[in-house]
């Protein structure tokens, strides 16, 4: 079985810049892959590369087994593209948006009113047929904008941070709704900021500097040695007031990272002085917990910022 | 070549869809360069007559008096003021009150009567070169004959000219400046709608889902010519009829001729929208780039000043604006009663310039889309 998607040494410059450095990576048919990374980490233009839009400086990828350099544009017929400002015409309505993108890939008669039913079934928007985009609340966007997306049975789909600024009950709706297709093979390729959707994903990929820093299931990210150095151990200080406590654990000796939780502080130490702290204060409790995938990308992220250094 | 246009249905389809649904733009877009047209089109007239003039008679005799009478009669010439002092005509002149000042010296009626030459004093306000110079020519005409008449007492005149105006005999305004106004109005409602249409995609980021569906950047924008080329046309047809029934500038030459020869035209400010398009990344910015292409096509195009009488450098500037072959056109067919044998250059390198600045638009596009 092929892969659905790869990228192999993909490297992109603009320029003197270079976007994308040496990125490689494969994606099975029917995953559900995360991409996570700061805004302006070469999320987009990874995505603008696979879909053909931009001939990759070195290196090259393929969709469904197809050269992203040449078959750029059989490939815009098998792929689905989402971003997050939807791509919906406000003044038309419902079914008038899913015909115009039903139109524009060439999806005719018989089968395109059938196809057009389908997507109206999966995504519930039938209610709404004959309202205006503008009139709709941004989760109804969100969906009507993945209808259009995948109006043409795409089997890959790339959705470039599809959930920002919905609210959680939307997102929880879209997300039941990928896994729904990625039930029926097809593959989803996800950019967000968001941990709990990252954590959702089957692997999970995080670009940093233009370089792709770590990919793996969200355990197999945990247990990076990277984001685990060994010898150190994750661990939740529990307090009543934990922000009067934070500059006093970051400045412990062997303490390496600390940040709040809630009532609690997260930190990152070194082994030995677990009983060290809990001698310092006694009236927190102290427990080891597992690293949760904002404390990996955090760690990495300043692993290569402290190695730049 | 079906690859080359594709989704040029749909998109066209779509774009219908947006002017139904925004009735008022459709509305102000139609109505607008209507308003210019009744504005300009009553307003602009360049024949001069009635120039308020400032008379300093110092003469006050009989013969003075007959002079200032053939400067009344030549309608060129409103007697508005009189004034008691050199001074005062001076004063009307700078104050504006008065374009023109006759001073008739006091001794006027003396020198006609001996037989030697009576001086007048003609004072142009030169800040308007036309009225300047027809004034100046009016005024020289008016003595000339004045002094003919004193030295042949019977009256006659030893040549006189028949100027006969061909095209044009009221030598109306009108005539000459409302079928160059088609231009000018057309090309900023046209260059103005489609401009504004594909920049408001980018704006709202359905320019990017575009690229990423096999829509092909030529469908794309022959997709959006076509709605908007129409409506063009429809307010061509509006202002052709009101030009006719309003302004009564008949047309010499055929219509239907002229209506095809301004598919050229069409063509070209499309296609100078659209690349307008690719370049301006917000509305405001395509709008001001819009009202840019306005000055050097009034200007430059022979629209208001004769192309002939423009230094080489400007003349060369001229040949790059598409209004100039279009003024030419609308002219020649209307005035004239020209037809394709003799302005078929004129459609053939708008033609050219259209589908030059169609691939442009096209390239730039693919271009900005890879970045």
Redesign the interface.
């Known amino acids: 079985m092929t892969a659905a998607i790869t990228a192999d040494h993909l490297t992109i410059r603009f320029g003197s810049f270079t976007a994308v450095a040496d990125v490689s990576f494969e994606i099975a048919k029917g995953e559900v892959f995360g991409f996570l990374g700061p805004n302006g980490s070469g999320k987009t233009t990874i995505i603008k590369a696979l879909c053909g839009l931009i001939t990759p400086s070195e290196g090259t990828g393929t969709i469904l087994g197809m050269d992203i350099r040449k078959d750029a544009a059989e490939i815009k017929r098998h792929v689905g593209y989402m971003s997050q400002k939807f791509g919906l015409y406000e003044d038309l309505t419902v079914a008038e948006n899913i015909d115009f993108y039903s139109g524009v890939y060439g999806i005719k008669g018989q089968q395109g009113l059938q196809r057009k039913e389908e997507v109206l079934g999966l995504t519930g928007i039938e209610p709404y047929m004959n309202r205006r985009a503008s009139q709709l609340s941004g989760g109804w966007k969100q969906r009507l904008a993945l209808a259009c997306a995948i109006i043409h049975s795409p089997e890959v789909v790339f959705l470039d941070e599809p959930t920002a600024g919905i609210d959680p009950v939307a997102r929880r709706a879209l997300w039941d709704l990928l896994f729904k297709l990625s039930g029926q093979g097809v593959t989803f390729f996800v950019t967000t900021h968001y941990m709990d959707e990252a954590e959702r994903c089957g692997r999970v990929g995080y670009i940093y500097l233009s370089k792709l820093v770590a990919i793996g299931s969200v355990s197999e990210l945990q247990r990076l040695p990277q984001a685990s150095p060994p010898g150190t151990v994750r661990i939740q200080i529990g307090s009543v007031n934990p922000a009067s406590l934070l500059d006093a654990v970051r400045a412990f000796p062997g303490v390496r990272e600390a940040t709040i939780f809630g009532r609690s502080i997260h930190a990152l130490v070194d082994g030995d002085c677990v009983s060290a702290l809990r001698a310092r204060w006694p009236d927190a409790s102290v427990q080891i917990i597992d690293a949760s995938l904002e404390d990996v990308f955090v760690t990495l992220t300043n692993g290569i910022m402290g190695a730049s250094q | 070549m079906r ?1 080359l246009f ?2 040029l ?3 066209c ?2 774009e219908f ?2 002017i139904a ?2 009735p008022g733009t459709l509305f102000f877009a139609l109505l607008i360069p209507m308003l210019q047209l009744f504005l300009f089109g009553f307003a602009v007239d360049t024949n001069i007559r009635q120039i308020p003039t400032v008379v300093f008679d110092e003469s006050r005799t009989q013969d003075s008096r007959q002079l200032l009478q053939s400067f009344s009669s030549s309608d060129v010439f409103k007697l508005s003021s009189y004034a008691s002092s050199k001074d005062e005509m001076y004063e009307a002149i700078r104050a504006g009150k008065a374009r023109v000042g006759i001073r008739i010296p006091y001794d006027y009626a003396r020198h006609l009567q001996d037989g030697t030459t009576a001086t007048v004093l003609v004072l142009v306000d030169g800040s308007d070169s036309t009225l300047a110079g027809q004034a100046v020519s009016t005024a020289t005409g008016v003595t000339l004959i004045e002094s003919l008449a004193k030295v042949s007492p019977n009256g006659k005149m030893p040549i006189e000219v028949r100027p006969s105006v061909l095209y044009n005999p009221a030598t109306r305004s009108a005539n000459f400046f409302v079928p160059g106004l088609i231009a000018i109005l057309l090309q900023v409602m046209t260059i103005l709608l489609i401009a504004l249409s594909l920049v408001r995609e980018r704006e ?3 320019l ?8 092909a950047p030529l469908g794309l924008m022959v997709g959006k010519m076509i709605p908007y080329g129409l409506l063009a046309f429809f307010e061509l047809c509006a202002i052709l009829a009101v030009m006719r029934v309003v302004f009564q500038v008949p047309i010499h030459g055929s219509v239907f001729t002229l209506l095809a020869m301004s598919l050229p035209f069409l063509l070209t400010v499309l296609g100078i929208g659209l690349v307008i398009s690719t370049k301006a990344h917000t509305q405001a910015e395509a709008f001001q780039l819009s009202m840019g292409t306005i000055l050097p096509s009034v200007f430059l195009s022979g629209y208001i000043f004769l192309i002939d009488n423009m230094p080489p450098f400007f003349q060369a500037i001229s040949r790059i604006i598409p209004a100039t072959y279009y003024i030419s056109v609308l002219r020649g067919i209307i005035l004239r009663g020209a037809g394709l044998r003799e302005l078929w250059a004129n459609a053939a390198i708008l033609t050219a310039m259209g589908i030059a600045a169609v691939l442009l638009a096209a390239w730039q596009f693919v271009k900005q ?3």
């Not at chain 2, 990017?208 to 829509?215: A, D, G, H, S």
């Open positions: 690859n594709h989704g249905i749909p998109i389809r779509k869809l947006h649904r925004d709202r980021g359905t990017e889902q575009l690229t990423m569906t096999p829509v889309r890879s970045t």
